[in-house]
């Protein structure tokens, strides 16, 4: 199937991205790798007037790391960078794994990391990880640049905090504390390249064996990933044990608010839930003792 005509601008600069996002407001479309864009638009399902690429402006694909402060990912990163840079590998392995699970080779070498977030999908591979480690994004317009924390920013499914004039440039991650682990899990309903029927991130911060912080990210069972709340306030100031682990992860499944749809039933996800968020909490506990 061929793509309606459309304008189409490959500017170099932020700020020259920023003005035609402006000047054309609602009748354009932001355009990182293409790989949820361009089907959207091959099926008919978006029809901008507009395409603005933001490949060409290399202020938006770095990636840096600073020990004291923490990790930056440029919002048009590639995936297949972000699952091989260094820092990341050692210092933020959910955050690799979960860049490394999602789709294909292919895809990974194309899509970005802000492209990911900006989609808002429920099932969106890296939301759970980076909100397990309190990431924070930067999004800029022609007026302001403003933060958002990870935690506000998905509105619903294909929604976000972000306004229509506005270009997520980076995504901050702080330094991981001192004797915490993360970790990132998932369940597919296929082997191959399919995406999360359920995904947990978890990071756990532990001293002298007490779960002194705990944060956990559901993905694909709500209209937008969440935070297990009480799954995290359950397990906080708790010394770490099996059977508190056990609790900890079915009330995680509690309040997990999945549908039923092609890739899972209502059931199966709670289930699930419960045993991602198990297994994403011991390899977090096993990370954090190990440090
Ligand atoms: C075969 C296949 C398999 C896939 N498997 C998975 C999977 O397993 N898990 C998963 O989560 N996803 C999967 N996806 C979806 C997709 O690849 C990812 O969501 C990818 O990260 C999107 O990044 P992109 O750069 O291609 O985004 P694009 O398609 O370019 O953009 C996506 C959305 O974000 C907006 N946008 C992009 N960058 C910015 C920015 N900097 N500022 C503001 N808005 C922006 C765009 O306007 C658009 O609305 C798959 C896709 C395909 C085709």
Known sequence: MRLPKFEYFEPETLEEALRLLAEW????????GGTDVLVKMRN???????????????????IGFDL?????????????????HPDILRYYPAIARAARVMANVQVRNMGTIGGNLCNAAPSAENAPPLMALGAVVTAASLEEERRITLDDFFRGPGLTAMKPEEIMTSIFVPTPPANSGAS???????????????????????????????????????PVPMRALSAEAFLKEKVWSEEFLREAARIS????RPISDVRASL???????AVMTQRALEEAYGRAIKR
């Open 184 to 222: 990132y899990q998932r369940i597919s309903a296929r082997c191959g390249v399919d995406i999360a029927a359920v995904s947990v991130g978890a990071m756990i911060m532990i001293e002298d064996t007490v779960c002194r912080e705990v944060r956990i990210a559901l993905g694909a069972v709500a």
């Open 44 to 62: 008919g399902r978006l029809k901008p007037g507009a395409v603005i690429a933001l490949e060409r402006i290399s202020s938006l694909n770095g």
């Open 253 to 256: 499944a509690d309040e997990s």
């Open 267 to 273: 059931e199966f996800r709670k289930q699930m839930v």
């Open 25 to 32: 407001r609602e009748r354009v479309c932001v355009l990182a």
């Open 68 to 84: 004291r402060k923490g990790l930056t990912i440029g919002a048009g990163a590639k995936l297949s960078d972000v699952t091989s």
